[in-house]
Structures are given as C-alpha cells and as structure tokens.
C-alpha cells in the first residue's frame, strides 16, 4: 500500500481517495486470467444488495497521481483496472485514466453505469455495469451511456433470479447490445445457479458469455486479493 500523500505533495487538483493498490489476477470479463494492479477508488453512490465491496464505501487515503503511478509501475505488469466502489464518482478519475493510457498500460475501468461515461479516455475499455432490478439500483442505470460503447468497451450484468434474467434478456434485445461490444452475464453469488444461468443463456441461444468471478472461486472474495 502506498504511503498517505501529505498535504503539501501535490496540488488538490492531483489528488485522488484510494481504498488500496494491489496486484491479483483479473476474475472477469475480457482480461480475466491476466496478472492485474487493481486501483481501488473510495466511494460509491449506489447501493446494490449484493455489493462485496461494501469496504470502500468510506475511508481510503488521498493519494497523488504520481504516487499513484509509481505504486502500479512497483508490480511490474501491464494491465491496471481502475476500480471502486464507483471511480467515476471521483471527477479526476478521468485524469488518472488519461495518465495511466500515456504510460502505456492496457487500462480498463469497472464502472457501475450510473455515471456518464463520456470523458473516459478512449484507450480504456469501459467494463458498464447495467443494473437489473434483482440488485434494488435499477433506477440508477444512465442509459445515455449505449449508446457511447464501442467494440472496445464490455457490459456487465449480474443476474439474481431468472425475473432478472428475463429482463436482461430483453435489454440486450432491445438495445441491440451484442452488436456494441462484448456482452457477459454472471449469476448473484447464492442467489442463482450458475448451471441454470448457462443452460438459459444455451437454450435462448443468447449472443451474451457467461462468466464465474474467478477471484471469488480463488480467494471467496478476500478483500486486496
Ligand atoms: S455499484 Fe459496485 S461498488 Fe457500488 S454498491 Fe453496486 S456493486 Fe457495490
């Protein structure tokens, strides 16, 4: 973990709330399975039932962005996923991204989907979260953010219930999403099997890819793991 910055390091301006820096391996989406430094942004506004990042709600220490980028170069690998909690929450996220593209990392951003989207750097695959009812923030979905996904970018959906399912189903219909970018679903830990998400998702013949989070079949989910 890095040092606290103190007041005097870096201009206010500079200065982001970190939760911690820690290199495992990416559990999900296009990168799983590649050694990854996780920055982990404090604070979120939402609060989806199943949250296992609860953690970084409050607290974290300010770090400045050099001293940020120096604790990423110290693991010694190239891909870094900004995290949170919710990072866009944090208006100099942005900053950070653009830094962390300029050093040559292959970057992606985990993002809850109910921030815009729109000034993240274009070298970052954006990782969108749609929330389905199943999590209790379905209101928070900022839908503007469709129709700005690329090829590059990658959306999320955790399902909770065949309902949840559905829904989602219909979404990724209705938006057209597979011809965007990558589309995954994972199933709520405890809350749907994941052998009846997959037969769904075969049977509906669904343009989506199924996932199990790899760092909770690793680690069950420990905190800097
Ligand atoms: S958006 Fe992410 S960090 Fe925020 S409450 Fe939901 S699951 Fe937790």
Redesign the pocket.
Known sequence: MIPAASEAAAPVADRLRITEIFLSLQGEARDAGWPTVFVRLTG?P???QY?D?AY?FHGGEWHDIDAILAEVASHGVRHVCVT???PLAQKRCIGLLRRLCDAGYTVSLET?GALDIGEVDPRVSRVL?IKTPGSA?VHRNHWANIALLTPHDQVKFVICSRADYEWARGIVHEHALAARCEVWFSPSKSEVDPGALADWIVADRLPVRFQLQLHKLLWNDEPGR
């Open positions: 979120c939402l609060r989806c949250c990042t970084a949170g909690g919710e809850s979260d923030e």
